[in-house]
Nanobody, 129 residues
Framework: QAQLVESGGGTVQPGGSLTLSCEAV??????????IGWFRQAPGRGREARET???????????WYADSVKGRFTISRDDAKNSVVLQMNSLKPEDTGVYYC?????????????????WGEGTQVTVSS
């Protein structure tokens, strides 16, 4: 069973920043061709309503962002730590939610949630004054 371990959530005021990290314990970012990314589940919404926030295709080293976070969030990979990092700046209350890291060999950035079989436990991000 693949393991993805998230860290870095918390509570910040609007305009603040947070950094999320996802360690891919059983994938190799430098060798495996996978899509790996961050998904947000807003408060009161179910699993099926998770939205893709940002994602990397390791085969092309290409990145993808939801329109709502472009210019504010940056996704990057650290192959030495086998981790994907999401830097979130200028946070807004609507960014609040549980952020999940997910990955799969048969997925691509922008693919339906059903294409991602491997999920972390999630980390809470709250943006509130």
């Amino acid at each position: 069973q693949a393991q993805l371990v998230e860290s870095g959530g918390g509570t910040v005021q609007p305009g603040g920043s947070l950094t999320l990290s996802c360690e891919a314990v059983t994938f190799s970012l430098s060798r495996d061709y996978i899509a790996i990314g961050w998904f947000r589940q807003a408060p009161g919404r179910g699993r099926e309503a998770r939205e893709t926030v940002s994602c990397i295709n390791t085969s092309e080293n290409s990145s993808w962002y939801a329109d709502s976070v472009k210019g504010r969030f940056t996704i990057s990979r650290d192959d030495a730590k086998n981790s994907v990092v999401l830097q979130m700046n200028s946070l807004k209350p609507e960014d609040t939610g549980v952020y999940y890291c997910a990955a799969d060999y048969d997925a691509w950035c922008g693919a339906p949630l059903s294409k991602f079989d491997y999920w972390g436990e999630g980390t809470q991000v709250t943006v509130s004054s």
